[in-house]
């Protein structure tokens, strides 16, 4: 065994950064698009950062990846980080997540290779079983939104 690999097995792997971006997809009705994971609970489309993208390239991808919509336009809402974006899969695996808004879409949603199912929800009626990092993005987007009104009314 050489060093390298000695130092490893003594100290452990180091962790890994998983990096990515979530897309909250606000439709003319001012409804949400969420899309059904494997495991049955919605969620909002993105993924992860491939080598050279941008965050917003990462978003675009993604999203046309899984639903079929090109989205343009993306405001930053809230960059995710810390204790509670573990990945769920490794121990060893934390996530930095850039969540972005949109209202600009073209196209039509299509069913993708895991045939997952998308429907459009309104910000106050999300369904059930919503995965809980999830809620915290559409939270954000939320409390966003309500403080740009205030301040587009009171002219600050």
């Known amino acids: 065994m050489g060093y390298r690999q000695g130092i490893r097995n003594w100290i452990g ?7 990515g971006a979530h897309v909250l997809i606000i439709n003319d009705k001012d409804r949400l698009l969420l899309q059904q994971c494997e495991q049955g609970s919605w969620g909002l489309p993105g993924g992860l950062l491939l080598r050279g993208e941008t965050l917003e390239d990462t978003a675009r991808r993604t999203v046309c990846e899984q639903t079929g919509l090109v989205v343009d336009r993306l405001r930053l809402v809230r ?3 810390g204790e509670k974006y573990r990945s769920a899969i490794a121990d060893k695996k ?3 997540a850039a969540v972005y808004a949109t209202d600009d879409i073209k196209g039509d949603t299509e069913t993708n290779e895991r045939q997952q ?10 369904p059930e079983n919503m995965d809980v990092r999830f809620l915290e993005s559409i939270k954000a987007y939320v409390t966003a939104r309500a403080k740009e009104r205030e301040c587009l009314i009171s002219g600050k």
């Open 79 to 81: 960059i995710f980080s």
């Open 13 to 19: 792997r180091p962790p890994h950064l998983l990096v």
């Open 94 to 96: 934390w996530i930095v």
């Open 117 to 126: 199912q998308f429907s459009f929800f309104d910000l106050t009626k999300l």
